[in-house]
């Protein structure tokens, strides 16, 4: 029986919900920031999380117009707020221009890089949410291939994994 506080979303081209759902979650980030987010991909890019071409989110971010918007650019503001952010991945040239772009926004202080050459993990981590599986954050991850993902918002779920991260790459807990 699978509980309520998590849900397993296998995906394909017939049942594409991964951009759903990460647009519910960056939008809830945006409303009520967490402390701390962990993204862990091996590849990352800066690809689009809120559809705003209705100007949906006009009013989180009146200046960011009717286009779809990125993920560095939605990161940049949760940071702002007050979040620490941790973005784990290979040190390869294709993240090179994603984390260029972040760091290029300003997140200097609330910034945390870990580089790992042989980093296979995927997931996104937030204080009240756990979204892991197979998926890379790139546009072939999220709208082509097959993925199967696991989200949990049970807190204990949620606390374990946040206590691995930080023992893993040394980070403070918040």
Same mark, same amino acid.
């Given at each position: 029986?699978?509980?309520?506080?998590?849900?397993?979303?296998?995906?394909?081209?017939?049942?594409?919900?991964?951009?759903?759902?990460?647009?519910?979650?960056?939008?809830?980030?945006?409303?009520?920031?967490?402390?701390?987010?962990?993204?862990?991909?091996?590849?990352?890019?800066?690809?689009?999380?809120?559809? &705003?071409?209705?100007?949906?989110?006009? @009013? #989180?971010?009146? +200046?960011?117009?009717?286009?779809?918007?990125?993920?560095? $650019? =939605?990161?940049?503001?949760?940071?702002?707020?007050?979040?620490?952010?941790?973005?784990?991945?290979?040190?390869?040239?294709?993240?090179?221009?994603?984390?260029?772009?972040?760091?290029?926004?300003?997140?200097?202080?609330?910034?945390?890089?870990?580089?790992?050459?042989?980093?296979?993990?995927?997931?996104?981590?937030?204080?009240?949410?756990?979204?892991?599986?197979?998926? &890379?954050?790139?546009?072939?991850?999220? @709208? #082509?291939?097959? +993925?199967?993902?696991?989200?949990?918002?049970?807190?204990? $779920? =949620?606390?374990?994994?946040?206590?691995?991260?930080?023992?893993?790459?040394?980070?403070?807990?918040?």
């Amino acid at each position: 029986m699978i509980s309520r506080e998590a849900r397993h979303l296998p995906t394909s081209a017939r049942a594409r919900n991964i951009p759903a759902l990460l647009q519910a979650i960056f939008a809830s980030e945006l409303l009520s920031p967490s402390r701390c987010i962990w993204l862990v991909s091996p590849w990352v890019s800066d690809i689009a999380v809120l559809e &705003n071409r209705a100007y949906s989110f006009f @009013t #989180l971010a009146p +200046e960011w117009g009717t286009a779809p918007i990125r993920l560095s $650019v =939605v990161l940049a503001r949760i940071m702002e707020s007050g979040t620490t952010l941790h973005v784990a991945t290979r040190p390869d040239s294709g993240n090179k221009a994603f984390l260029e772009r972040m760091l290029q926004r300003g997140g200097h202080r609330r910034l945390k890089i870990h580089q790992v050459r042989d980093l296979h993990e995927k997931g996104i981590l937030g204080d009240g949410y756990y979204l892991s599986g197979s998926m &890379n954050f790139t546009q072939n991850g999220i @709208t #082509l291939n097959e +993925e199967f993902l696991h989200f949990f918002t049970a807190p204990d $779920v =949620v606390a374990e994994k946040r206590v691995l991260l930080a023992e893993r790459w040394g980070a403070e807990l918040p």
